[in-house]
Nanobody, 115 residues
Framework: QVQLVESGGGLVQPGGSLRLSCAVSGSIFRSNVMGWYRQAPGKERELVAH???????NYAESVKGRFTISRDNAKNTVYLQMNSLKPEDTAVYYCNVKFVMYDYWGQGTQVTVSS
């Protein structure tokens, strides 16, 4: 069974930084897409960034230049470095992995940007 465990969320002041981690356990295909999504209160879940096992990355326009997604394939772990955080980045952040027809989600970690 595939499980995703996120860590690294918390409260940070505007302009600060946080690093999210997501460890994926269980059997997954070597060819996969790992990503981060977020959902703010009253809004739909949206893609923040994703990265393929081949190294291709994609970012939402709102986070380009501030967030960096990376992965360690040997550890089946994906990271999200978030810099220059803004109050509008406040949301629950979810880790996701997709391969073949499978789609798995983490439990979510709260990120709050506030002074």
């Amino acid at each position: 069974q595939v499980q995703l465990v996120e860590s690294g969320g918390g409260l940070v002041q505007p302009g600060g930084s946080l690093r999210l981690s997501c460890a994926v356990s269980g059997s997954i295909f070597r060819s996969n897409v790992m990503g981060w999504y977020r959902q703010a209160p009253g809004k739909e879940r949206e893609l923040v960034a994703h990265t393929t096992s081949g190294g291709t990355t994609n970012y939402a326009e709102s986070v380009k230049g501030r967030f960096t997604i990376s992965r360690d394939n040997a550890k089946n772990t994906v990271y999200l470095q978030m810099n220059s955080l803004k109050p509008e980045d406040t949301a629950v952040y979810y880790c996701n992995v997709k391969f073949v027809m499978y789609d798995y989600w983490g439990q979510g970690t709260q990120v709050t940007v506030s002074s």
